[in-house]
């Protein structure tokens, strides 16, 4: 006899509890609800995670005890969980949070638009968001980054720049550098040109990408002068996903003399220390340098759209996509443009000049790595290295797998091999487990905490944190991994 499971009778329960359907109408299947998604406890996310998403990313989400957490609402620095505790986000979805969780003016602006049925796909015809949104980014891009591509993410921003790029530098110089320990994107064409081992897999990438350490004026100039082919150059500003690296400050000037002299386009990936993050609109305006192309991502949506855009300067655009002819080989895709993202867009980048973000992120992110430095000096033989600019900065511990005391190391090799000697992930789950702040890591280097709060954030925000580090910190190597350990068994 075959005997039910509950999935089977869940089944048979919906379709009773279903409407009594027309003669020959498409039956619903059992879907959830919007209220239902939003009512749903954290055991049932965490099966549909596993059932549907990706079971394997779980492992780490419990690692550091993200996965116990189901966000109710989120404000300003803030998340709110299910039991009402306040979380500081210090991780600011890898700056994708420059305004803060739901900033009343981006909500305004979208329920207007949503309350005056505006229009969202702009195929057909132009649209006069599209328009307003390339206007703005070009006023803000300095010199003649003028041409806008409209998509929804840091990556098709990548491709658009990297495609711009290759086609006005032609067939014959259609090879790329990138810099080692980039990441531009997962897509299939920026994976070529990204530099992680992981994200790469075992995929067939594109050929003709040339790498060099980055930040290294010689290796560029080496392989400009040894391959006629190279086109095109593209690099991070900061990089990110490296662990919040700088090239040293001539690096840039000397970059765009090399580009000059050589012909070839410089593409700067501007994904996630743009838009305000590095305490200028552009990282690269540190440096008064401009590039040919750059890309947009992140918090261009205001943190409640998906907007990316690529700006490349008119003649480099015109080369590429300038006749009726070429006009459409990378013209906007479906969602490219759409209407509510496109105002959001607006609202984000008049409230960025409007609330003075960019000189807070320069002021209290100084400050905040003031505060970082004085905690290297009382903790250092914890603390490697604070670096960034602005709300972008890196924590550097010193790499703990050979100092843990012998009896530990084995344990935490048990657990992961990715934590492994590394105290960032122990720093990170405990503090958001005792202290309520939530900050990001990086696969490329493991030791390294990225701090990239939203550009809102506050000295009083700075002060919070650190206070919360320096109590973890002043704990001591052995009882942090301790707890850490202890908290994996319990
Ligand atoms: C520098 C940089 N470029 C490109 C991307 C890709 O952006 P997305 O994840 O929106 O595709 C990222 C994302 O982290 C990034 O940091």
Known sequence: ???????????????????????????????????????????RMTDLFKGHINPGQLHFMKLLGFNRIKVERAEGMHYIDQNGRKILDFFGGFGSLAFGHNHPRILAARRKFQEEKRHEIAIAFMSQYASALAHNLAKC??????????????????????????????????????????????????????????????????????????????????????????????????????????????????????????????????????????????????????????????????????????????????????????AMIHAQATFGGIGEASITAIEALNILYDEGLIDNAATTGAYLIERL????AKYPSIIKDVRGKGFMVGLEFHDFSQTLPALLRPVVAMLDDKLKGSLSGFVGALLLRDHNVLVAFTEYNRNVIRLEPPLICQPEHVDEFISALDLLLGRGIVAIVKDFVKSQVT
Request: charged share 25%; aromatic share 6%; net charge neutral.
């Open 1 to 43: 006899m075959n005997v039910m499971t509950k999935t089977d009778i869940s089944r048979v329960i919906a379709v009773l509890d279903a409407p009594a359907l027309v003669p020959g109408a498409t039956p619903k299947p059992s879907l959830i609800s919007v209220e239902d998604a939003k009512a749903m406890t954290v055991a």
């Open 141 to 326: 891009s300095p010199g003649a980054l003028d041409m806008v591509f409209l998509g929804s993410t840091g990556s098709e921003a990548m491709e658009a720049a990297v495609k711009v790029a290759e086609r006005a530098a032609g067939p014959k110089r259609s090879k790329i550098v990138y810099a080692e320990n980039s990441f531009h994107g997962k897509t299939k064409g920026v994976l070529s040109i990204t530099d992680g081992k992981l994200y790469r897999g075992e995929f067939r990438l594109v050929d003709g990408a040339v790498r060099v350490p980055f930040g290294d004026i010689d290796a560029v100039e080496n392989a400009f002068k040894s391959d006629p082919e190279i086109g095109v150059i593209v690099i991070e500003t900061v990089q990110g996903g490296g662990g919040i690296v700088s090239a040293p400050d001539d690096f840039f000037p000397k970059l765009r003399a090399l580009c000059d002299k050589h012909g070839v386009l410089w593409v700067a990936d501007e994904v996630q220390c743009g838009l305000g993050r590095t305490g200028k609109f552009y990282a690269f305006e540190h440096y008064g340098v401009v590039p040919d192309v750059t890309a947009l991502a992140k918090s261009l949506g205001g943190g409640k759209a998906a907007v990316g855009a690529m700006i490349a300067k008119r003649d480099v655009y015109m080369k590429a996509y300038g006749t009726p002819k070429t």
């Open 373 to 376: 430095k004085a905690l290297q």
